[in-house]
């Protein structure tokens, strides 16, 4: 149980195009889910964290307009990012933490790369 | 969110030996995760000891936990050339809301000789 998924796995974009990538949790329901970036050889950041049904909060210097995110269910929140340039290139892993046994605990996805040409 | 601080940063070490990684940080803790990466993929959840634990085993796994020093550290023992990968630490701060982001360390990238 307590299964994450991303989507895409895998991104390439052009520079100036806006990119959405989608974290699921399969099997609870998400109260919280948590946004990630991880730059090459790097430890991951967080970014943002987002309650269902209400706005995201950003880390500082985590531009808000520029990652857009939404949290639309208990099972679903994206990320968009908008108008990506080269600097955006990344993995980007969303968790989740709700409602399981161990509530405490969070469930990493797998990560997306996304890299912007 | 600031990361706490791992030593070492890399480590390389013959097949079979023990691989010891520290990880310090410097909020207050509702508790402690170690993760492993594997180049390039996600993060496999390895432990978790809580604040009130001092030392935890999960098969070749051994975690303590000194929340006077702020710090921990990660035991593998008898490693295998699968066991190469970078490890990180995660604290899950001490809040009300339970809804805080984890801090990772910085990681250590482990190296197994065959």
């Known amino acids: 149980g307590a299964v994450v998924s991303q989507h895409p796995s895998r991104v390439i974009c052009k520079s100036g195009t806006s990119v959405k990538i989608e974290c699921r949790s399969l099997d609870f329901q998400a109260t919280t889910m948590f946004w990630y970036r991880q730059f090459p050889k790097q430890s991951l950041m967080l970014m943002a964290t987002s309650n269902e049904g209400s706005k995201a909060t950003y880390e500082q210097g985590v531009e808000k307009d520029k990652f857009l995110i939404n949290h639309a269910s208990l099972t679903l929140s994206t990320l968009t990012v908008t108008s990506a340039h080269p600097e955006d290139s990344s993995f980007y892993i969303c968790?989740?933490?709700?409602?399981?046994?161990?509530?405490?605990?969070?469930?990493f996805g797998p990560g997306t790369r996304l890299t912007v040409l | 969110s600031q990361q706490g601080e791992e030593d070492p940063q890399a480590l390389s070490i013959q097949e079979g030996e023990n691989a010891t990684m520290n990880c310090s940080y410097k909020?207050?803790?509702?508790?402690l995760q170690w993760y492993r990466q594997n180049s390039g993929r996600g993060l496999v959840h390895l432990i978790l000891i809580r604040s009130n634990e001092r030392e935890k085993h999960s098969g070749r796994l051994r975690v303590t936990l000194d929340t006077s020093k702020k710090s921990s550290s990660l035991l593998i023992t008898a490693s295998r050339a699968a066991d190469t990968a970078s490890y990180f630490c995660a604290t899950d701060p001490f809040s009300g809301g339970g809804a805080d982001g984890l801090t990772f360390g910085k990681g250590t990238h482990l190296i197994i000789q065959p």
């Open positions: 968790s989740a933490k709700g409602r399981t046994r161990t509530y405490n605990e969070q469930f």
């Open positions: 909020t207050s803790i509702n508790n």
